[in-house]
T-cell receptor, first 116, second 108 residues
């Protein structure tokens, strides 16, 4: 059973370009979460999605960042007009159910974004 | 979200048990106690979780105090591969709020 898959694993973008990060949840999981880890800092929640719905985006920066989880295909985290401060590791996680604290999340290997 | 307190770092010798403490004095009745770990250059990894009773799985054991204000993650026989940052988290809904965790060093 394949785990959470993320691609690309490494992404280099110049300032002002767009970055698209993809996440395929574990088989049978319909809930996806995105987290960001800045260099030498902790993990921060960004957004939680179900198929075709954003449930909680309280951790998303107000501008340039967006996320989607379409009916078919992977979840996408999109960063427009990247700046050097966006350089970080972006982790996706998935879970089978939600609604309470009793369900664990499974994380992907992350996408390491470097903005030059 | 209720807060957890963990030591910044701990050391243990290889092949010995490790007890990682966590205080969560403001825990509420609906908070589950979760532990995750993050190995160097990898994504976080689920370890174990519980509500009131002690829990065991193939990776570790979780001992929860009777008043639930503290818990201990137990690695029964540490290996070098267990060197990681261990996060104790109180989870009552969907998202995980990570703290700073405990950096565990394993000495060969």
């Amino acid at each position: 059973n394949a785990g959470v898959m993320q691609n690309p694993r490494h992404l280099v973008r110049r300032r002002g370009q767009e970055a698209r990060l993809r996440c395929s949840p574990m088989k049978g999981h319909s809930h996806v979460y995105w987290y960001r880890q800045l260099p030498e800092e902790g993990l921060k929640f960004m957004v939680y999605l179900q198929k075709e719905n954003i449930i909680d985006e309280s951790g998303m920066p107000k501008e340039r960042f967006s996320a989607e989880f379409p009916k078919e295909g992977p979840s996408i985290l999109r960063i427009q007009q990247v700046v050097r401060g966006d350089s970080a590791a972006y982790f996706c996680a998935s879970s089978i159910m939600t609604g309470t604290g009793s369900f664990e999340q499974y994380f992907g290997p992350g996408t390491r974004l470097t903005v030059t | 979200d209720a807060k957890t307190t963990q030591p910044n770092s701990m050391e243990s010798n290889e092949e010995e048990p490790v007890h990682l403490p966590c205080n969560h004095s403001t825990i509420s009745g609906t908070d589950y106690i979760h532990w995750y770990r993050q190995l160097p250059s990898q994504g976080p990894e689920y370890v174990i979780h519980g509500l009131t009773s002690n829990v065991n799985n193939r990776m570790a054991s979780l001992a929860i105090a009777e008043d639930r204000k503290s818990s201990t993650l137990i690695l029964h026989r540490a290996t070098l591969r267990d060197a990681a940052v261990y996060y104790c988290i109180l989870k009552r809904d969907d998202k995980i709020i990570f703290g700073k965790g405990t950096r565990l060093h394993i000495l060969p």
